[in-house]
């Protein structure tokens, strides 16, 4: 009865904005997302070149060597993102700063696609159990949402240029909160991801050796597969299919794909906490396990729990009070 009633929770809050998620015309605009190969005149092309940046992924998640200046500002710091998309909002980056007394130890968080306020309570948990949390706003999220959106539809969408750029400039963004978190005296820094916010912490610990640990909440290791398959993106596969297929849309997304960098993840000096839902319906249960088995397969030990809930109801008690106390120990270990 009880998982009933949590699997139409579920499908009650998965469906909850689907009033303003419209079908729209796929589109590569590759200038987004290869700057450096402005004329890719087809979609084979976009696709070959994608694949390509998979073995160049340290230069195309590289932040610029100089860091903007920084500013602080009511429990908030703010700097210009590396990345210019023309949207003005987008390129300041923010997060919020939930200090802890004495602490060594940066814990930066990556939200949910669409989130509307920050997780305050999460931060609080951890800031008094030792640990300093920065809440990073996404591209097209919080302070970052574009005038007159309804959803952060800039973030993910059949535009496949504009989510390539999206999703690297919110791991970009996030590398240099990391430099920020290590000038400021920070020895330990620790990354955690929540949904889409999952990608962008997995795609900073698999390229930057100055993160620890890592933990990722709700994750799949495909993009591609979990847009195309899951609940809460149906919009975005209707705009794709019967113009491409899923192989193709995988390829197009090449750079994103988690799994692309397990041997990265992989590496002696990352601890990697995986939470997962069995009963998840927007990344289902398969897809996170065949990313377990490839992070195994490349010779990562992760920390993998499974919670017996849907993709939201991991908010709800007791599984939002075992996740923290699972993740409190995780960090703290």
């Not at 605009?29 to 004329?39: G, Q």
């Not at 949207?87 to 696609?113: G, M």
């Not at 949904?195 to 990722?216: M, P, R």
């Not at 799949?220 to 705009?239: N, P, Q, Y």
Request: aromatic share 10%; proline share 4%; glycine share 6%.
């Amino acid at each position: 009865m009880l998982h009933k009633w949590l699997d139409q929770w579920d499908e009650r809050r998965m469906r909850r904005r689907d009033d303003v998620k419209h079908p729209s015309e796929l589109e590569l605009d590759p200038w987004r997302a290869f700057p450096e190969a402005k004329d890719l005149a087809s979609f084979a092309e976009f696709c070959r070149h994608a694949e390509m940046m998979v073995g160049r992924s340290n230069s195309f998640f590289a932040p610029a060597e100089n860091l903007s200046d920084v500013t602080h500002q009511d429990g908030f710091l703010s700097f210009r993102s590396d990345i210019s998309t023309g949207t003005i909002e987008n390129d300041t980056v923010y997060a919020k700063v939930s200090e802890a007394k004495s602490s060594d130890h940066a814990l930066i968080v990556f939200h949910h696609w669409n989130a509307s306020d920050r997780n305050a309570q999460l931060a609080q948990f951890f800031a008094k159990r030792g640990i300093t949390v920065f809440e990073m706003a996404l591209p097209y999220h919080l302070e970052r949402k574009r005038l007159g959106s309804l959803h952060a539809d800039y973030m993910l969408s059949p535009n496949l240029g504009r989510t390539l750029q999206s999703v690297r400039q919110g791991v970009i963004d996030g590398r240099q909160l990391v430099r920020i978190a290590e000038r400021a005296g920070y020895r330990k820094i620790s990354v955690l991801g929540i949904s889409l916010g999952s990608w962008v912490a997995g795609l900073i610990a698999a390229h930057d050796l100055s993160v620890h640990k890592a933990s990722l909440l709700l994750t799949g290791g495909d993009l591609a597969e979990m847009v195309w398959t899951g609940g809460a993106t149906r919009h975005i596969r209707t705009s794709l299919e019967g113009k491409i297929e899923l192989q193709d849309f995988q390829r197009a997304w090449a750079p994103l794909n988690l799994t692309n960098y397990a041997h990265r993840l992989a590496r002696p000096s990352l601890d990697l906490q995986l939470v997962l839902a069995r009963r998840d319906q927007v990344v289902f249960p398969a897809l996170s396990e065949r990313f377990v088995d490839q992070l195994r397969g490349a010779g990562a030990s992760p920390d993998v729990r499974w919670m017996n809930c849907g993709h939201y109801s991991l908010t709800l008690p007791p599984f939002v009070v075992s996740v923290g106390l699972n993740a409190h120990r995780f960090f703290a270990r």
